[in-house]
C-alpha cells in the first residue's frame, strides 16, 4: 500500500470509531430495510453497492434526464459509499450503513459544486426535494443527505423556498443531514439551507486538530 492509501484507511477506520459505527456493526445494526436518499451529482454503479437490484432502489437524473445510473462527477458516488458500501470490493471501505438500500437523486452535473449556486443546480434541488417529499415513504426513506448549498441572501426568494423544501422533509418525519458549505470558519459562514435550525448540518474534522473546546 501507499502512504497515501494507509492515511486514507486509517482515516476511514478512526472515523468509524468516533462515532461509534463498529460497535453498531457488531450487534447488527447495518440499516437493513432503510433508506437513504442522496441528493448530489449522481452514483457510478461500484461492485461496493452490489446487488444492485437490492441496494440501489431508486436513481433520478435531474440533469441530463437519462434512464441509468452515472456519476460524471464523482463527488455522489464518494459521499453514497461512505454510508453505503457493504465492501464487496475491499473490507477497508466498509461504509456506516452497508445493508441501507440508496435513493440516488442527481440534481448536480459535472462541473456543479454545492456551492455553484447556479440557476440549473436550483431548480434540480427543488425537484429532488419535492420528489422525496411524494415518494419517501414507497421507499422507506428515513435519512435524506444534501450535498447543496447557497452563499446567497437568507432573504432571497430562492433562499426562501430552498429552505421551505427542506424543513418540509424534516416535518415529514425524516433525518436531514446536509453540507455545512465551503466558506468558513467564520461567523455567519453556513450556507443555505444548512442554516435551518430544524435539520442537521454538518462541517468537518481533522485528527490532527482537536475540536472539543475550540474557540
Given at each position: 500500500?501507499?502512504?497515501?492509501?494507509?492515511?486514507?484507511?486509517?482515516?476511514?477506520?478512526?472515523?468509524?470509531?468516533?462515532?461509534?459505527?463498529?460497535?453498531?456493526?457488531?450487534?447488527?445494526?447495518?440499516?437493513?430495510?432503510?433508506?437513504?436518499?442522496?441528493?448530489?451529482t449522481g452514483l457510478f454503479p461500484h461492485k461496493d453497492f452490489a446487488p444492485y437490484s437490492s441496494r440501489i432502489a431508486e436513481f433520478?437524473?435531474?440533469?441530463?434526464?437519462?434512464?441509468?445510473?452515472?456519476?460524471?462527477?464523482?463527488?455522489g458516488t464518494h459521499i453514497t459509499g461512505i454510508a453505503a458500501s457493504s465492501a464487496v470490493f475491499d473490507s477497508d471501505y466498509l461504509?456506516?450503513?452497508?445493508?441501507?438500500?440508496?435513493?440516488?437523486?442527481?440534481?448536480?452535473?459535472?462541473?456543479?459544486?454545492?456551492?455553484?449556486?447556479?440557476?440549473?443546480?436550483?431548480?434540480?434541488?427543488?425537484?429532488?426535494?419535492?420528489?422525496?417529499?411524494?415518494?419517501?415513504?414507497?421507499?422507506?426513506?428515513?435519512i435524506v443527505n444534501i450535498s447543496i448549498g447557497s452563499s446567497a441572501s437568507e432573504e432571497s426568494p430562492a433562499s426562501i423556498e430552498?429552505?421551505?423544501?427542506?424543513?418540509?422533509?424534516?416535518?415529514?418525519?425524516?433525518?436531514?443531514?446536509?453540507?455545512?458549505?465551503?466558506?468558513?470558519?467564520?461567523?455567519?459562514?453556513?450556507?443555505?439551507?444548512?442554516?435551518?435550525?430544524?435539520?442537521?448540518?454538518?462541517?468537518?474534522?481533522?485528527?490532527?486538530?482537536?475540536?472539543?473546546?475550540?474557540?
Amino acid at each position: 500500500l501507499t502512504i497515501k492509501t494507509e492515511r486514507i484507511l486509517m482515516m476511514i477506520a478512526s472515523v468509524s470509531k468516533q462515532i461509534h459505527a463498529d460497535l453498531a456493526h457488531q450487534h447488527g445494526f447495518l440499516g437493513e430495510g432503510i433508506g437513504i436518499a442522496y441528493l448530489d451529482t449522481g452514483l457510478f454503479p461500484h461492485k461496493d453497492f452490489a446487488p444492485y437490484s437490492s441496494r440501489i432502489a431508486e436513481f433520478i437524473d435531474f440533469v441530463q434526464y437519462r434512464s441509468f445510473s452515472y456519476d460524471d462527477n464523482g463527488h455522489g458516488t464518494h459521499i453514497t459509499g461512505i454510508a453505503a458500501s457493504s465492501a464487496v470490493f475491499d473490507s477497508d471501505y466498509l461504509g456506516i450503513a452497508p445493508k441501507s438500500h440508496i435513493i440516488a437523486l442527481k440534481v448536480l452535473d459535472a462541473i456543479s459544486s454545492e456551492e455553484s449556486g447556479s440557476w440549473n443546480s436550483y431548480i434540480g434541488d427543488l425537484k429532488g426535494l419535492d420528489w422525496i417529499h411524494k415518494h419517501h415513504n414507497s421507499y422507506n426513506i428515513r435519512i435524506v443527505n444534501i450535498s447543496i448549498g447557497s452563499s446567497a441572501s437568507e432573504e432571497s426568494p430562492a433562499s426562501i423556498e430552498l429552505l421551505t423544501h427542506v424543513n418540509t422533509l424534516w416535518d415529514d418525519g425524516l433525518i436531514v443531514c446536509i453540507a455545512g458549505g465551503n466558506h468558513g470558519p467564520k461567523s455567519h459562514s453556513i450556507s443555505i439551507p444548512g442554516n435551518s435550525p430544524k435539520i442537521i448540518t454538518i462541517g468537518s474534522s481533522d485528527d490532527t486538530s482537536p475540536m472539543i473546546d475550540r474557540r
